[in-house]
């Protein structure tokens, strides 16, 4: 039963594979249409999800058209996005999608914010592509095979946490219970609130980030960028340093997440798990 099942696994990363590129150009495609669109955003294309959370007109286009070209590469996938109701999320395939991951920066003209697709095989990332508006990269990664950005393969740099290291954050609105940021600061940490978990992940990757801590987010949040990251060498867990994917539950509302390099993981994980949930 286990060879046959490695034996799936591996042609579920072969399909990947193929699909990387076709995937590149259709996350490319979507990520020049949403910086176009952002200079010519009215007040009236802005809506109110729920407190704190917004949609604009071009989430809603960008997912349509995610949708469609998505479905076009590989039909017999599911399809779950941010922005539209989910379709067959039981399939063995599953495309994850956020056409616009920091809504609220794009909104408001603020550079920070991404297009993420990721393509799911039985809970596990095989292939991801996000798109970072801030330095115009487009990152790819295959499970087990690796990561790139604008196709050639990165590496994430060792990173630090002492009074040098930058560590990205970010926690739920109105958070009262908010003990775990002095301990992330109790090294001389800085903190970065930057709107988008996904850059975010893209700056740890980059070496732009020490690390990421996330109180929040969703599988569309992280599940592309969250790839990104593993294939670069990014250890990427729950606050107790437990590997997220494969994802065990697609219904999960919010999962914490840590994100850095081993040695700067094993120093958050050791800070954080008191806090963890």
């Known amino acids: 039963m286990r060879c046959m099942a490695s034996v799936v696994q591996k042609l579920a990363v072969k399909q990947a594979q193929r699909l990387r590129a076709p995937l590149s150009a259709v996350v490319q495609l979507i990520a020049d249409q949403v910086a176009r669109a952002q200079s010519r955003l009215r007040p009236s294309d ?6 704190g959370d917004f949609v604009t007109a071009i989430d809603v286009r960008s997912e349509k058209r995610l949708r469609r070209e998505l479905l076009r590469l590989l039909p ?3 399809f779950l996005g941010e922005e539209s109701d ?25 550079p920070h914010f991404a297009v993420s697709v990721a393509l799911l095989f039985r809970g596990q990332p095989v292939l991801a592509a996000i798109h970072c508006a801030p330095d115009g990269g487009l990152f790819t990664a295959v499970h087990g095979i690796g990561c ?40 001389g940490a800085r903190i970065r609130t930057l709107g988008s978990t996904v850059t975010q992940l ?6 732009r980030l020490d690390g990421n801590v996330q109180q929040q987010g969703r599988l569309w949040d ?56």
């Open 46 to 51: 802005v809506q109110r999800k729920a407190v």
């Open 76 to 78: 017999e996938a599911g």
């Open 86 to 110: 989910a379709t067959a999320i039981d399939s063995d395939w599953l495309w994850i999608v956020d056409p616009i991951d920091g809504t609220s920066n794009f909104s408001r003209g603020l």
């Open 148 to 187: 790139w950005r604008n196709n050639r393969r990165i590496t994430a740099p060792a990173g630090r946490f002492d009074d040098g290291a930058i560590v990205g954050c970010q926690w739920f609105r109105g958070q009262a219970k908010m003990g775990f940021l002095p301990e992330l600061q109790s090294q």
């Open 202 to 207: 893209a700056d740890v990757v980059m070496g």
């Open 222 to 277: 992280f599940a592309a960028a969250g790839l990104v990251a593993v294939e670069a060498g990014v250890k990427f867990t729950d606050w107790q340093g437990k590997a997220v994917f494969p994802v065990k539950n697609l219904q999960v509302e919010h999962t914490a997440t840590i994100a850095a390099t081993p040695a700067v993981h094993r120093k958050i994980v050791k800070l954080l798990r008191p806090y963890a949930g």
